[in-house]
Nanobody, 119 residues
Framework: QVQLVESGGGSVYNGDSLRLSCAASGLPLNNHYMAWFRQAPGKQRELVASMRWSGGFTYYLGSVRGRFTISSDYAKNAVYLQMNSLKPEDTAVYYC????????????WGQGTQVTVSS
């Protein structure tokens, strides 16, 4: 089992930056993909960014590409989401997630952290 704990959310203004952190524990992540999802009120959860823990693959949702960056720290077993030039439409609960490389869906989830961007 992989345990994920997010931190770093908060309330900011249009154009500001935030960095979300996800601390992972429980299993080695060598064969995992890590991701950040978000869910805004009344909307479906959407994949914002993902990466292969061992490197060589990243994905970004079109609306965040160029503004958000997913990264990892192997020594700390952590994943980050650097969010720059935040917009009100980025307001959502952000979730860290993990899956084994052979799994079809993300099956390990953090509790979520709220990001609110005001205009």
């Amino acid at each position: 089992q992989v345990q994920l704990v997010e931190s770093g959310g908060g309330s900011v203004y249009n154009g500001d930056s935030l960095r979300l952190s996800c601390a992972a524990s429980g299993l080695p992540l060598n064969n995992h993909y890590m991701a950040w999802f978000r869910q805004a009120p009344g909307k479906q959860r959407e994949l914002v960014a993902s990466m292969r823990w061992s490197g060589g693959f990243t994905y970004y949702l079109g609306s965040v590409r160029g503004r958000f960056t997913i990264s990892s720290d192997y020594a700390k077993n952590a994943v980050y989401l650097q969010m720059n030039s935040l917009k009100p439409e980025d307001t959502a609960v952000y979730y860290c997630a993990a899956r084994e490389s052979t799994a079809a869906r993300y099956n390990f989830w953090g509790q979520g952290t709220q990001v609110t961007v005001s205009s």
